[in-house]
C-alpha cells in the first residue's frame, strides 16, 4: 500500500485547509487511516484516525473541535479538515496507515507541509 499526501500550504491564523490522503495498492488490508504531524523539533503528534469499515474516528485533545477526518471508501481517500488553524499548527503533517492484525500505523506516506502565519 502506498499513501499519497496532498493539500499543504501557507495560510492564515483563522483559516481553515484540507488535506488529502489516496491509498493505493492492497487498500482492502487497511483497518484505520490516521494523521500525525510533526513540528520544527518537536516528536511526532498523534492528529486523527479513522477506522475505515464503520468509520469511528478518534482525535488528539490539542484539535478537538477544530479538525476532522472523513473517509471516501470509493476513491481510497482520507481528507483533515482543519478550521481555526492556529500557528502552533504548523507541521508536517503525515498520513498514515493501519493494517488488520497491526497494532500500530506501519505504512506512511511523504508528509505535506503546513505553515500558519500569525
Known amino acids: 500500500v502506498q499513501l499519497q499526501a496532498s493539500g499543504g500550504g501557507l495560510v492564515q491564523a483563522g483559516d481553515s485547509l484540507r488535506l488529502s490522503c489516496v491509498a493505493s495498492?492492497?487498500?482492502?488490508?487497511?483497518?484505520?487511516m490516521g494523521w500525525f504531524r510533526q513540528a520544527p523539533g518537536k516528536e511526532r503528534e498523534f492528529v486523527t484516525a479513522i477506522t475505515w469499515n464503520g468509520g469511528g474516528t478518534v482525535y488528539g485533545d490539542s484539535v478537538k473541535e477544530r479538525f476532522a477526518i472523513s473517509g471516501d471508501n470509493a476513491k481510497d481517500t482520507v481528507y483533515l479538515w482543519m478550521n481555526g488553524l492556529k500557528p502552533e499548527d504548523t507541521a508536517v503533517y503525515y498520513c498514515a496507515a493501519r493494517r488488520l492484525r497491526n497494532s500500530r500505523y506501519d505504512l506512511w506516506g511523504q508528509g505535506t507541509l503546513v505553515t500558519v502565519s500569525s
Open positions: 495498492g492492497r487498500t482492502s488490508n487497511i483497518a484505520a
